[in-house]
């Protein structure tokens, strides 16, 4: 399936002039200057603007700081800090929260770890659920003040819904039974803490800034063929109708044809950022198309890690590393390691080459294992991967490898956390879709009936379930595991969400307690 997309091109600029650095980076700061201002408006007010729409929260700001900030950047400028501030204002929704609480419990620890001794506590567990009650607070905390009723009484002449019409006398009913002073008393002390905990105002620090430009030209090639510059971008700058114009290099393998930055109407947004003292860069989107799989059905579960192989399929298969590089790597940090007990030791020149030589090769060999994946996938009729979503790394482990480098250090030099990425991009170009689910308890729970115990984890390599004996290799129950969240019904419907596109998944946002629960409710 083709669908219409975005492009993004980088340009770096060429033989720019100190004077014409110095304007961009003038403006740069101007507006950084201004966006850590609207930054303390809102820590300022932050209840005010947390229910605000995007358009609303531009008009407003705009009418604010009339004339401050020209139109080629204003509503750029706005979005970044309306953009930055929708995570605080989800935290504050959250604290805003009433819910009740039962405690069940304790759950103790079954052997000795690093964070506690076998029989120590390891935390409480607690159900929490949402009542009439609760739902009134939450309200008040949000919404409530002095003329609460009478808002409610003329909302109730105007609403239609029956539902709406039972919230808002439920909270009528509460306010009756327990007088509004004594809610709003709750309620507002909750929001206080709420506001004490987030008040602080986000500071931007990047000179980095976007803007837009209506130029019809954005970029054209040098018209004086002597010149060593061969092309420029024109950016609509500070005043009406004024122009910046960036030397910049063009290179056709890379940015494509010249025509592709033509657009009928004459609005690009860019992004300029700082490599160092002398160049800037220029970053465009420009519009084109890519191809995505349709829907596939053939599930395949892949467990990524790095200590027995690189990939482990749930049809039983694996794919390595290559292992004579992974050592000599690790040779030489253990080498580099041991120099740095010396404060003074500063890593030289032929060892650091030596150190990004064998990274190279290993990135380049996990991209060809990953197109062998493919090539076997596609052979074998399997044309839908289920990994775990590893954006926020790899689990904590102190395991290191027979040379002594800890294994998450090895993930974190080979960049495995985005080796999806790397995945995706050769499985499209095979037709092969990609999908990704969350990473807790893959290894820990039984892929057969579904119990989870850190006993089903007697060594790294096998797996034997504590309850009903199922025995295995550890990375293919992990496979299998994986494989299974997509592939049956009630975990894929409670955990994921699904691309629309092209029917992949990913992980809805859950806290890990969360998936736990789904996965114990559904065994």
């Given at each position: 399936m083709v669908v219409d997309s975005f492009y993004v091109k980088s340009f770096v600029s060429d033989i720019l002039t100190p004077s014409k650095y110095k304007e961009v980076l003038d403006q740069a700061t101007i507006l950084n200057i201004h966006k850590n201002k609207v930054s303390i408006e809102v820590a300022n007010n932050l209840f005010f603007y947390m229910d605000m729409t995007k358009f609303n929260f531009l008009k407003y700001m705009r009418s604010l700081y009339t004339g401050i900030i020209g139109s080629n950047f204003d509503a750029q400028l706005y979005t970044d800090v309306y953009n930055a501030y929708q995570n605080k204002f989800d935290g504050i929704n959250r604290s805003l929260t009433f819910e009740k609480i039962e405690y069940l419990g304790i759950e103790l620890y079954?052997?000795?770890?690093?964070?506690?001794?076998?029989?120590?506590?390891?935390?409480?567990?607690?159900?929490?659920?949402?009542?009439?009650?609760?739902?009134?607070?939450?309200?008040?905390?949000?919404?409530?003040?002095?003329?609460?009723?009478?808002?409610i009484q003329n909302q109730l002449k105007l609403e239609t819904k029956k539902d709406k019409i039972m919230f808002y006398n439920n909270i009528l009913n509460h306010i009756e039974k327990?007088?509004?002073?004594?809610?709003?008393?709750?309620?507002?002390?909750?929001?206080?803490?709420?506001?004490?905990k987030y008040s602080n105002p986000i500071e931007?620090?990047?000179?980095t800034f976007r803007g837009r430009s209506r130029k019809g030209e954005?970029?054209?090639?040098?018209?004086?063929?002597?010149?060593i510059i061969n092309s420029f971008i024109n950016l609509s700058w500070l005043e009406r109708g004024s122009t910046m114009s960036i030397p910049v290099k063009y290179h056709k393998g890379y940015h494509g044809d010249m025509i592709n930055y033509s657009k009928k109407s004459n609005d690009?947004?860019?992004?300029?950022?700082?490599?160092?003292?002398?160049q800037i860069k220029i970053t465009l989107s420009i519009s084109g198309e890519r191809y995505i799989p349709e829907n596939k059905t053939n599930y395949v579960g892949i467990d990524v890690n790095i200590k027995h192989n690189m990939f482990a399929l749930s049809t039983g298969d694996t794919f390595d590393y290559n292992?004579?590089?992974?050592?000599?790597?690790?040779?030489?940090?253990?080498?580099?390691?041991?120099?740095?007990?010396?404060?003074?030791?500063?890593?030289?020149?032929?060892?650091?080459?030596?150190?990004?030589?064998?990274k190279l090769k290993l990135k380049k060999d996990i991209e060809y294992k990953c197109y062998l994946l493919c090539i076997y996938l596609k052979e074998n009729g399997l044309d839908h991967i289920v990994m775990e979503d590893l954006q926020n790394g790899f689990g904590r482990t102190h395991v290191k490898n027979e040379i002594g480098i800890n294994y998450n250090r090895l993930m974190s030099i080979l960049n495995m956390s985005s080796i999806k990425d790397v995945?995706?991009?050769?499985?499209?170009?095979?037709?092969?879709?990609?999908s990704t689910v969350h990473s807790a308890y893959t290894s820990k729970?039984?892929?057969?009936?579904?119990?989870?115990?850190?006993?089903?984890?007697?060594?790294q390599e096998h797996f034997k379930c504590v309850e009903c004996g199922n025995e295995l290799n550890a990375d293919l129950n992990a496979a299998l595991n994986i494989k299974n969240r997509v592939v049956k019904a009630v975990l894929c419907n409670n955990l994921l969400k699904q691309n629309t596109d092209n029917g992949t998944f990913k992980p809805k946002i859950l806290e890990r307690s969360k998936v736990k629960d789904v996965l114990l409710s559904f065994r």
């Open positions: 079954k052997k000795d770890t690093k964070e506690g001794k076998k029989g120590d506590i390891k935390k409480v567990i607690k159900k929490k659920s949402k009542t009439e009650l609760s739902i009134t607070l939450t309200y008040l905390a949000r919404y409530g003040n002095l003329d609460t009723i009478e808002y327990f007088t509004l002073d004594r809610l709003l008393k709750l309620a507002m002390s909750k929001k206080e803490q709420a506001y004490i931007f620090k990047s000179l954005i970029i054209g090639f040098n018209k004086n063929f002597n010149s690009y947004e860019y992004v300029i950022s700082f490599i160092d003292e002398e292992r004579t590089l992974i050592d000599k790597l690790s040779k030489e940090l253990i080498k580099i390691d041991n120099l740095k007990k010396d404060k003074e030791y500063k890593i030289g020149k032929k060892r650091e080459n030596l150190i990004n030589s064998l995945i995706e991009h050769i499985a499209h170009k095979h037709d092969i879709n990609v729970a039984c892929s057969v009936c579904g119990c989870i115990s850190d006993d089903n984890r007697q060594s």
